[in-house]
Structures are given as structure tokens and as C-alpha cells.
């Protein structure tokens, strides 16, 4: 697991990316679940 | 757009960086003026910071319906655990954003700056998000106590 992580995070601009990445996609998944839910069962 | 959302949303997130704005009026030596830029103040996700308060708040809100509110039952659960799904979001970004920090530079083209400065457009775009999410909840469940 430690090992997985300094991989991923061995550099400066890979870390920002994976940051941004991770930031973007999530809640991008999460916003619309929610609209999605309140459209369903609201 | 009303009153709840200027106080709720917009002073929250904006108002420190007027202050900083504000601080660059000032005769200060020429380090403390390069670190009045608000952008120094946002670069590395620091805006998540106001989104997790949206968060929190529209949890609270959840927890705390009045009365005379009906909600279908399972809604409230599930944006329960989505909103504490975006929790964790803004908090991997404000906590993690500036263990690797954003170099500040000139313009270099929109396509380009935005992709320099992407911790801050992720957690910028987060914060809207949660503030959208936070209204919806907030509309649903207190809006007869405005």
C-alpha cells in the first residue's frame, strides 16, 4: 500500500493531476447521483 | 438566487479573499504583497475548505427537519451518504492540495493555465457542486422557515 502511494505521488505534477483527477471525477459522480436520486425518489 | 444564498454561499467563500484584496492597499514590505494575491490564498484546493462547510451544513440541515416537512423515505438517506461522500472529496483536496503546491506563472494561455493550476479548478468546480447540492437540500427541507 505505502509503496502504491509513493509511486503515485513520487512527483510533484503527477500528484496534482491524480489530485485534481481524483476531485473532478468524484464529485462529478456524486452530483449526479444526487440529482439523480432526488429525481427518482423525491 | 436570494438572500440565503449570498450569506450561505457567497460570503463564505469570497469574503477572505476581499480581505486579501484588501491587504494589497496597504504599504507592505514587497514578500507580504506578493502573498496578498488571492490566487496564492486558493492555488492548491484551499477552496474545498468552503465547500466542506457546505457539506456540513447541509447535513445538519438534513438531521434537522421541521415538523411539518414530509420526505419521501429514501432520499434523505441517500443524500445523506452522498454528501458524506463529497466530504471526503473536499477533504482529500484541502488536506492533500498543499503537500504538493502549484508554482505560480505568468498567463500562459487559458488551455494551458488552467491545466497549471487544475488542483484549483478541481476544488473550484467541487465547491460549486456542493453549494448547488446544499441549496437543493436546503430548499427541499427548510424553505417554509425563510
Given at each position: 500500500m505505502?509503496?502504491?502511494?509513493?509511486k503515485?505521488?513520487?512527483?510533484?505534477?503527477?500528484?496534482?493531476?491524480?489530485?485534481?483527477a481524483?476531485?473532478?471525477?468524484?464529485?462529478?459522480?456524486?452530483t449526479?447521483?444526487?440529482?439523480?436520486?432526488?429525481?427518482?425518489?423525491? | 438566487?436570494?438572500?440565503?444564498?449570498?450569506?450561505?454561499?457567497?460570503?463564505?467563500?469570497?469574503?477572505?479573499l476581499?480581505?486579501?484584496?484588501a491587504?494589497?492597499?496597504?504599504?507592505?514590505?514587497?514578500?507580504?504583497?506578493?502573498?496578498?494575491?488571492?490566487?496564492?490564498?486558493?492555488?492548491?484546493?484551499?477552496?474545498?475548505?468552503?465547500?466542506?462547510?457546505?457539506?456540513?451544513?447541509?447535513?445538519?440541515?438534513?438531521?434537522?427537519?421541521?415538523?411539518?416537512?414530509?420526505?419521501?423515505?429514501?432520499w434523505?438517506?441517500?443524500?445523506?451518504w452522498?454528501m458524506?461522500?463529497?466530504m471526503?472529496?473536499?477533504?482529500f483536496?484541502?488536506?492533500?492540495g498543499p503537500?504538493?503546491?502549484?508554482?505560480?506563472?505568468?498567463h500562459?494561455?487559458?488551455?494551458?493555465t488552467?491545466?497549471?493550476y487544475?488542483?484549483l479548478?478541481?476544488?473550484?468546480?467541487?465547491?460549486?457542486?456542493?453549494a448547488?447540492?446544499?441549496?437543493?437540500?436546503?430548499?427541499?427541507?427548510?424553505?417554509?422557515?425563510d
Amino acid at each position: 500500500m505505502s509503496k502504491l502511494i509513493n509511486k503515485f505521488f513520487e512527483d510533484d505534477e503527477r500528484a496534482r493531476t491524480i489530485i485534481a483527477a481524483v476531485g473532478l471525477i468524484g464529485g462529478l459522480i456524486v452530483t449526479v447521483l444526487f440529482f439523480l436520486s432526488y429525481w427518482l425518489y423525491h | 438566487m436570494n438572500d440565503w444564498h449570498f450569506v450561505n454561499l457567497f460570503v463564505p467563500t469570497l469574503l477572505p479573499l476581499v480581505f486579501l484584496a484588501a491587504f494589497s492597499l496597504f504599504d507592505l514590505s514587497k514578500m507580504a504583497k506578493l502573498r496578498t494575491n488571492p490566487l496564492a490564498a486558493i492555488k492548491d484546493g484551499q477552496l474545498s475548505w468552503a465547500g466542506l462547510g457546505m457539506c456540513v451544513n447541509g447535513l445538519y440541515e438534513l438531521h434537522h427537519l421541521p415538523p411539518e416537512a414530509v420526505l419521501s423515505t429514501p432520499w434523505p438517506t441517500i443524500a445523506f451518504w452522498l454528501m458524506i461522500a463529497m466530504m471526503m472529496l473536499h477533504a482529500f483536496i484541502a488536506a492533500v492540495g498543499p503537500i504538493f503546491p502549484t508554482k505560480r506563472v505568468r498567463h500562459l494561455g487559458l488551455r494551458k493555465t488552467a491545466i497549471h493550476y487544475r488542483v484549483l479548478i478541481a476544488s473550484a468546480l467541487l465547491t460549486l457542486a456542493s453549494a448547488s447540492v446544499y441549496s437543493l437540500i436546503h430548499l427541499t427541507t427548510q424553505v417554509w422557515q425563510d
